[in-house]
C-alpha cells in the first residue's frame, strides 16, 4: 500500500463514524479529501463546516451542504488530517496553511478524529516543520521574535512561506512562518511561547485536542486513543 492508500482507506473509515444529522467539520488536505468524498458518497444528511476555502469548493461540488461556523452551536465530529501524530495524540497541523481554521474547528467540536498514512506517526513531534500563522502587518519583527523563541527551544529559525507566485496567504489573509524541523522536547511550553506573541495568530501545535486517531497501514486501518 502506498501512502495515498493509506491515507483512502483511513478518509474512508472515517466517513463511517457520520451519523445522519450531524453537523461534521471537514478537515484540509489530501487526507481529508478522501473523508470528505467518502462521505459525500454515503449522500447522508449532514451540514459540513469546511477548515479552508479549497475544502468548501471540493464539498460543494460533491453536494454536501455547508453551514459556518458561527451558524451551529457546536460540531458533532470533525475528521481532519495532519502532518505528524506524535505521542498522546499530539499532533502538527498547517502544512496546507489552514492551521487556524482547522484549530477553530476542532475547538467547538465535541470529538475530533485525526487520519493520516502510517508515515505520519511518529515517536517526538519535530520531524516535519511547524507552521506559525501570523499578521502581514510588522510580519518580519514578528518572525524575528520567533527566531528568538526557536533559539530557546534549540530549534532553527523559521522562515516566510513562499509559493511560486510568491508569499503564501493563508484563508485568513496572514502570512506563514515555517519553523525548520527540530525535535520538538516540550510541544506545551513551545506552544505557549508562541502564543504569546503579539503578531501569532496561532501555530500548528494540536495538542489534547484529538480523541482519536485512524492510521491507514499495510495491515489495514489502526485505531489510536490518547
Ligand atoms: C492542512 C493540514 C493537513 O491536514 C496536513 O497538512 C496533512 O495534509 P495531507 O493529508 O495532505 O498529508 O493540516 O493545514
Request: hydrophobic residues 50%; charged residues 25%.
Amino acid at each position: 500500500m502506498n501512502a495515498d492508500d493509506q491515507k483512502k482507506a483511513s478518509g474512508e473509515a472515517a466517513a463511517l463514524l457520520v451519523e445522519p444529522g450531524m453537523v461534521v467539520g471537514l478537515g484540509t488536505g489530501s487526507t481529508a479529501a478522501w473523508f470528505v468524498k467518502a462521505l459525500a458518497a454515503r449522500k447522508l444528511d449532514i451540514r459540513g463546516v469546511p477548515t479552508s476555502e479549497a475544502t468548501a469548493n471540493l464539498a460543494r461540488e460533491l453536494g454536501i451542504a455547508l453551514t459556518a461556523l458561527d451558524d451551529v452551536k457546536s460540531i458533532d465530529l470533525t475528521v481532519d488530517g495532519a502532518d505528524e501524530v506524535g505521542p498522546g495524540l499530539s499532533l502538527i497541523k498547517g502544512g496546507g496553511a489552514a492551521l487556524l481554521r482547522e484549530k477553530l474547528v476542532w475547538e467547538a467540536s465535541k470529538r475530533c478524529v485525526v487520519i493520516a498514512d502510517a508515515a505520519k506517526q511518529v515517536k517526538q513531534l519535530g520531524q516535519f516543520r511547524l507552521p506559525i500563522e501570523v499578521v502581514r502587518f510588522g510580519h518580519v519583527h514578528t518572525g524575528q521574535r520567533l527566531a528568538d523563541i526557536a533559539a530557546e527551544f534549540d530549534l532553527l529559525p523559521p522562515r516566510l512561506r513562499m509559493a511560486d507566485r510568491g508569499l503564501v496567504v493563508t484563508d485568513g489573509g496572514n502570512v506563514i512562518y515555517d519553523m525548520a524541523p527540530g525535535l520538538i522536547a516540550e510541544p506545551a511550553a513551545l506552544a505557549g511561547a508562541l502564543k504569546a506573541v503579539t503578531g501569532v495568530v496561532d501555530h500548528g501545535l494540536f495538542l489534547d485536542l484529538a480523541d482519536e486517531a485512524l492510521i491507514g497501514t499495510d495491515q489495514g486501518v489502526v485505531k489510536l486513543l490518547p
